[in-house]
Structures are given as C-alpha cells and as structure tokens.
C-alpha cells in the first residue's frame, strides 16, 4: 500500500513557539493532502485540505492564521502550529489521497505544549 | 444527528470469536465506504474499502454495505489479540469529503 511519512513523530515546545509539522507521500504523488487533529479517545477531526500549489481549504473552526499550511509539492506539506499554547497539544495526522477516494495516512505527530 | 454514527465500545472478545462491527449513516450520497485500523499511537491503517453495497473478503476480514439500510459492517473472523486496536469507519461521496466515525475500541483477550 502507499507510504505516508510524518516528521517529526513527537515534539515537546515552550508555549509561544511555533512549531513545523512534515507529511510526506513516499511512493505517489499526492495533489490532496489532509490534516486532522485526535484528542486521546476520540476520531479524528478533519482540519483541513491541502492542494499543490493553492491555498489550504480549513474546515469551519480552524484558525488559518494559526495553523499554517503549505502543499509545496506533490509529495510534501507542512503544518505550521503558530504561538502554540498547552491547549494545542494534541495528536495531529496527515492524509494523502491516493486515488479511488482511498486515503493513506501518516503516523501521527503528538504535540506537548508545556 | 451525526453523519455517522459508530458505537465506541468498548468491546472486550476472546480469542477466536468472531468480531461484528456496525456503523449508520444518514446521507444517502456515500458512495465510498472504508474501514481503518489504529493502534494506540499510531496513523489510521486501511483495512477495507467498498464501492457502493455488497460485500468484500480479504482473508479473515469481511466487509459488508447496504445502502439500502444506511449500514455498513466490518466482520473479523478468528479474532486474535493482535487485532485489538481501534477500528474507524469511513465513507464519502467523493475523493476530499471523507467523514469517520468516532471508532470503535476492541480488545481481544487471548
């Protein structure tokens, strides 16, 4: 099956700093990548959808300002949690859509704000 | 009422039994329908996924879709410790529009 990176896989940060998250597609290229937050024991909520080389379309809630997305190329975006604070923390996962409406997802990035 | 509705459980099975599980959805539009698997930790992991209704095998995992019910089914048969995990159903009219449910934990107990 297709290969989605994230790096880094956990990150410890001051609250006020900004922090960069990867998502990479390995093996295929990917024009639609997903971002989704998991709080522990709940599904995922869909942040928002990334498209090469246009701007991200954030979900209704999300701050676009806060959470920065970039989809640079086929193969990688970033999320950028800006001036994170301790209520940032959470569990935040990408998606690349691999065709046939299938998406394969990355291993997951666990953010502590202290 | 959510687009998707999924029983979190827990649900607690030994091993060897056969492991049903269920998920309803209220927009008739769906026409994609996936299950995942995640472990604690971990990214979701595709396990299944169906175009329309009927049913797909792929060694001891079954999935079944009746569009006709709004229902869809994950049937695991010969439930080992190793499937304990958290099981999400998706589904979606088309490629960038996937709704999951809340999961679904099980454990197997050996």
């Known amino acids: 099956g297709a290969v989605v990176s994230q790096h880094p896989s956990w990150v410890i940060c001051k609250s006020g700093t900004s922090v960069k998250i990867e998502c990479r597609s390995l093996?295929?290229?990917?024009?639609?990548m997903f971002w989704y937050r998991q709080f522990p024991k709940q599904s995922l909520m869909l942040m928002a959808t990334?498209?090469?080389?246009?701007?991200?379309?954030?979900e209704q809630g999300v701050e676009k300002d806060k959470f920065l997305i970039n989809h640079a190329s086929l193969t990688l975006s970033t999320l950028t949690v800006t001036s994170a604070h301790p209520e940032d923390s959470s569990f935040y996962i990408c998606?690349?859509?691999?065709?046939?409406?299938?998406?394969?997802f990355g291993p997951g990035t666990r953010l502590t704000v202290l | 009422q959510k687009e998707v509705e999924q029983d979190p459980g827990p649900l607690s099975v030994p091993e060897g039994a056969i492991v049903s599980l269920n998920c309803t959805y209220s927009n008739s539009a769906f026409q994609y329908f996936m299950w995942y698997r995640q472990y604690s930790r971990k990214g979701p992991e595709l396990l299944m996924y169906?175009?329309?209704?009927g049913n797909k095998e792929d060694g001891r995992f079954t999935a079944q879709v009746d569009k006709s019910s709004k229902y869809i089914s994950l049937f695991i048969r010969d439930s080992q410790p190793s499937d304990s995990a958290t099981y999400l159903c998706?589904?979606?009219?088309?490629?960038?529009?996937?709704?999951f449910g809340a999961g679904t934990r099980l454990t197997v107990k050996p």
């Open positions: 093996d295929f290229q990917a024009t639609t």
């Open positions: 169906t175009y329309s209704s």
């Open positions: 998606s690349a859509w691999a065709g046939a409406s299938s998406q394969y």
């Open positions: 998706a589904m979606s009219v088309g490629s960038n529009d996937m709704r």
């Open positions: 990334s498209n090469e080389g246009s701007k991200a379309t954030y």
